[in-house]
């Protein structure tokens, strides 16, 4: 057992991360086996196109004391939560990756996340995924972890992933990198500027909620396959003489409100045009990494990844799966993403 | 030459087709070797969901006086006026396909087109792509002209050849179907429902120009190939504190603008909800069939003309062609086109 003073200092120091760390134990009982923490603290971060800016991070750290650190990072929508904890009950956003028992294992690994930077909607300005990679390092500096075991990101996190391997790679001893890659494809950047423009429409004229919701309905068309839509929404349209509704238009007005109710449209159009300023050099990562592309993903187009891989200058190893979920199978295969976490964290072929 | 009454005779009885028909010969000269007329009258027609309604159709016939008809019609965007004439002698939208010595060639056969009803925005209400081929049948009905030689369909006018075939079989010979199937796909229709509500919410805003722009940028990008977007789109984009701006945007901004000259949004909604409206069952096509499937189409799968042609009651072949320009083959790929038309109508191979 060693949560020592070494963890739990720089926090005590820093005043602004005060608030909602809670250590599970006790300073006078003994050190639990394992720990949930969170803490929010503002920092001076020089970003890539828009100056220094002072900005606030929000993180959580669980998983067993003194253990092998993983970072984990998920989408534009993810967040610091990506499991249950006794402290933190609520699910993850990652429950079935990570957690006890789970290939990110809470009992032999500590789990690092955070919040990004832009989704509260206070930082309106571009952010680039090397911004994201760079809070990270700067969370890092605060719980003075030298190192992170491994670095496990999905679709935006996964950018941010490789932005991380290229920017801080002594910090770093493996990159997962799950559907994401070193650029957008000018396809999908096209589909996210239609996005953003509609929310944009809906900003300038005071239908900001609607807009939002439409922008979100148009990005999910693209995280599924054309199968999982042909399989779900090929009924027949209700149709009369003035109007027509098509079997996806209850979909679309259930997940709109939803997102609408977690996003503010200045948060939403800062992540997504954060994707889309995704640059990075394949040649720049030299860490073990392993890279997972789906068949089926309509947005990051296998044909990228493979061309990722074959830029890295380290050991790089290519994980293809299919799935009819498209970009969303690291939330919609759980067996097939824990088979190749756990291969990867192994250091196995899959 | 057998330029007679037969075929004038019902023109000038119908008053409200008078206005806009010219002869291209006087009444006591000899009657030319081609001739180009243009029409419009209003019929009674029976829609499928809106019930009777009075509406006008416009159309063109232009080509070899007396010779073999053939009917021609193109996307949502595409009109009557297919390809130029002496009389009429702006391009038409289909100038590589149609026109003297083209494929369809207009020394050798006669052409007629109709501008899709609902495309002057006046009939505000569901128009199924079945009413279309009625609408044409009505016109053939006016020309006095019992059957066509051939359809050739593009995109809905695709669709729309498939109701004619399965609807007036009597009056056809042979349908060429190139990029269109017996349904749209669900998850073309899911992007074409959010094509539609962008354009709504600018009307209930007041932001309709705009709104339709950006519209018609989300279409646009399925008619392309992802391929295409790529070697188009793939500069760094340019950026500062406050905004990004992608090699995208300098297209959306052009197309934008010329679409909405040109479109109402109630004209853009109705064709755009058509197109999802259709329903063929294609065992109901006994009439030999040409079915042009494009590899790399992202709004018509190939998989959707596959199954078409596997339930045709009729003869018919398929010919699948590759292009970057995906679904705008048909406009885009005028050699390709070019032998499958000429094979199509020789009845070969192609």
Known sequence: MTFTAAHAAPLAFDASSQADIDFAGGRGEPPPATVALRGTHEIVLALRHAGSRRVRIAWELQGAVDAPLLIVQGGISAHRHAAASARFAEPGWWAGQCGETRALDTARYRVLAIDWLGADGALDCCIDPADQADAIAAVLDTLAIARAH??????????????????????????????????????????????????????????????????????????????????????????????????????????????????????????????????????????????????????????????????????????????????????????????VLRAALRGDAA
Do not use: N, W
Not at 183 to 206: F, M, N
Not at 249 to 272: M, Q
């Open 150 to 339: 491994a670095y496990i990101g999905a679709s935006y996190g996964a950018m941010v992933g490789l932005q991380f391997a290229a920017r801080h790679p002594a910090r770093l001893g493996r990159l997962i990198a799950i559907s994401g890659a070193h650029r957008s494809h000018p396809q999908t950047t096209a589909l996210r500027v239609i996005q953003r423009r509609i929310v944009a429409l809906g900003r300038s004229e005071g239908t900001a909620r609607e807009a939002l919701a439409l922008a979100r309905a148009l990005a999910v068309v693209g995280y599924r396959s054309a199968e999982e839509f042909d399989a779900r929404f090929a009924a027949l349209p209700a149709v009369d003489a003035d109007s027509a509704r098509f079997g996806v238009e209850d979909y679309f007005d259930a997940i709109g409100p939803r997102f609408v109710a977690r996003f503010s449209p200045v948060a939403y159009t800062r992540l997504s045009e954060s994707i889309d300023l995704q640059q990075v050099d394949p040649a720049s990562i030299t860490v073990p990494t392993d890279l997972v592309a789906v068949t089926q993903d309509q947005i990051v187009p296998c044909s990228d990844i493979d061309a990722l891989a074959l830029g890295i200058a380290a050991a790089c190893r290519v994980h293809r799966i299919d799935s009819l979920y498209g970009h969303d199978a690291f939330l919609k295969e759980p067996v097939q993403i824990d088979r």
